[in-house]
């Protein structure tokens, strides 16, 4: 009887155990099939429906295997990678694409950054406009082919070459050369060290300091004060450390012009009260002294207007001396 019953435990476990293993195998739940296949001394767990499969397991020992037979693989979920990797096979480029359009790809062989190009030839190349809200260091080389828009500091310790447009809302400190194709607009300080070449318009809401020198091809439009090789000088749009050479400058008049010298009721000084005040102040009358000139400077239009008074001057003192003389030579 015992064995009668152990014979029974037997069988009926081997049975259950296989019909187990079959519906395993080979299980329909609404139209899904489930399978177990071999390859390469290999189990591949093979999930199917009528409008395809999905591979699922190790071919290899270093890696396990998802495959398809349909062109892309859909997640209605967010992807989480527990140790961070994010790998392309091979030697393939990483790609990352939307709506089927690659927009960024990083080189298999350099690590080269692409966003709109195909080919990136920098560690980020860029192929349209950049805009930065925060700061950007950039301790290398900086080439843009397009428009830069940076609301935030930008500090480049390298060369510096943006073919399109340049915005900097924030400040900007370039230590080596800097060239700009198209326009530029800096609405904050801008420092540049080294050689700065401006191809198109240039517009400066505030300080802009250049310790190497400066190219301008077009306009240079600020809002704020410059300083050439000196300080900001507190009440002057610009202020020069040096010789200004040029073919033609042009000085509006900061006061009346000196025409009323020749109106009839112009009040001439005698020359003896001129030579008086030149012999107690050593200058003329009105012209500033040369501890004055060399404490404070001169207004160019100012001393204009001072000197073409004088010349007016000198010109109806020269007059009245014509005539004495002539009346002199017709008494004699």
């Known amino acids: 009887m015992k064995k009668s019953l152990l014979f029974l435990s037997l069988f009926l476990s081997t049975f259950l155990i296989t019909n187990a293993q079959h519906a395993l195998e080979s299980c329909d739940n609404s139209s899904i099939v489930c399978e177990s296949r071999s390859l390469r001394s290999t189990t591949y767990n093979l999930l199917r429906t009528n409008y395809g499969y999905v591979q699922v397991g190790p071919a290899n020992s270093s890696f396990a295997h998802f495959n398809t037979d349909r062109p892309k693989f859909y997640f209605n979920k967010d992807i989480y990678v527990r140790t961070g990797g994010f790998n392309a096979y091979k030697d393939k480029n990483l790609y990352l694409k939307t709506n089927g359009t690659t927009r960024l790809v990083i080189n298999k062989d350099n690590g080269y950054t692409g966003i709109g190009v195909s080919s990136p030839q920098k560690k980020l190349d860029v192929g349209g406009d950049v805009k930065i809200k925060d700061n950007l260091y950039l301790l290398g080389d900086a080439e843009v082919d397009g428009d830069a828009n940076l609301d935030g500091k930008l500090v480049v310790l390298g060369h510096t070459t943006l073919a399109g447009n340049a915005s900097l809302l924030g400040s900007a400190r370039i230590k080596v050369n800097l060239t700009v194709e198209g326009n530029s607009f800096v609405d904050s300080k801008f420092t540049a060290r080294g050689i700065s070449e401006f191809e198109q318009d240039v517009t400066m809401n505030t300080k802009l300091t250049i310790e190497g020198d400066a190219k301008l091809e077009q306009n240079l439009v600020v809002d704020n004060q410059v300083g050439i090789g000196i300080e900001i000088q507190s009440g002057y749009s610009l202020a020069v450390c040096g010789k200004i050479r040029a073919t033609e ?3 509006n008049a900061a006061s009346e012009w000196c025409d ?3 109106e009839e009721d112009y009040d001439l000084r005698d020359l003896s009260e001129v030579d008086a005040f030149i012999k107690k102040n050593k200058h ?13 400077g001169i207004e160019i239009s100012a001393m204009m207007v001072l000197m073409m008074k004088k010349i007016e001057e000198l010109t109806l003192y020269t007059i009245e001396q014509e005539k004495r003389i002539n009346q002199l030579e017709k008494n004699n």
């Open 284 to 296: 003329l009358p009105e012209i500033p002294s040369a501890k004055v000139v060399d404490k404070e």
């Open 249 to 251: 400058v042009k000085v």
């Open 260 to 262: 009323y010298v020749f």
